[in-house]
């Protein structure tokens, strides 16, 4: 069964601090990475996709992937209160409309 | 645009009774989708459809059944609820394999 681990927090910064999130899956073949952002009592917000290695930076936003190790992670640089919510990582595999597979979420919490 | 829209919001029903939840998008996908979320479990996939005409079972099918009415609609049906049904259903919608899937406001279901 493929599985997404990510650190279930919470997860407290500073405002101002840089919030790094951590997520590993487990299928080699997983070839699509998302973050999505969700506030409590709100619907999942896509916030970051990446499908090649490297980095991908958008606005304070930066997503990290390593296929070798199997490791994605999001860096929020001068984290915001406005930050604080719960961070979903997903993964799907290329050219499948199957599904995606959602980590459990990562709460952060940035504090003023 | 609305985007993805459900109905009902929220929902409490007895056990045995059933109900659909509806589900709609105007974005032009092929692909619908059905989650759960409680808490701690993250999301988790119930029934999708790649296209219309199409339905497949996910991860947690069982007590559910769905409808692909057509392009724009994907339903979710409860024939007879448990407690364990209790939870946050999610429809979302996505245009090609691998792209962004996009959620709608959710729908808070509780059965006594």
């Known amino acids: 069964q493929k599985e997404v681990e990510q650190n279930s927090g919470p997860l407290s910064v500073p405002e101002g601090a840089i919030a790094s999130l951590n997520c590993t899956y487990s299928d080699r073949g997983s070839q699509s990475f998302f973050w999505y952002r969700q506030y409590s009592g709100k619907s999942p917000e896509l916030i970051m996709s990446i499908y090649s290695n490297g980095d991908k930076e958008d606005g304070r936003f930066t997503a990290q992937l390593n296929k070798a190790s199997q490791y994605v992670s999001l860096l929020i640089r001068d984290s915001q209160p406005s930050d604080s919510a719960t961070y979903l990582c997903?993964?799907?595999?290329?050219?499948?409309?199957?599904?995606?597979?959602f980590g459990s979420g990562t709460q952060l919490t940035v504090l003023p | 645009n609305a985007g993805v829209t459900q109905t009902p919001k929220f929902q409490v029903l007895k056990t045995g009774q059933s109900m659909t939840l509806q589900c709609a998008q105007d974005m032009n996908h092929n692909s619908m989708y059905w989650y759960r979320q409680d808490p701690g479990m993250g999301l988790r996939l119930i029934y999708y459809s790649a296209s219309e005409g199409t339905t497949d079972k996910g991860e947690v099918p069982n007590g559910y059944n769905v409808s692909r009415l057509n392009k724009r609609e994907f339903s979710l049906r409860l024939e007879s609820a448990a407690p364990s049904q209790t939870s946050v259903y999610f429809c979302?919608?996505?245009?090609?394999?691998?792209?962004?899937?996009?959620f709608g406001p959710g729908t808070r279901l509780t059965v006594l």
């Open positions: 997903a993964v799907t595999e290329g050219g499948s409309a199957r599904q995606l597979t």
């Open positions: 979302a919608s996505r245009a090609a394999a691998g792209g962004t899937q996009y």
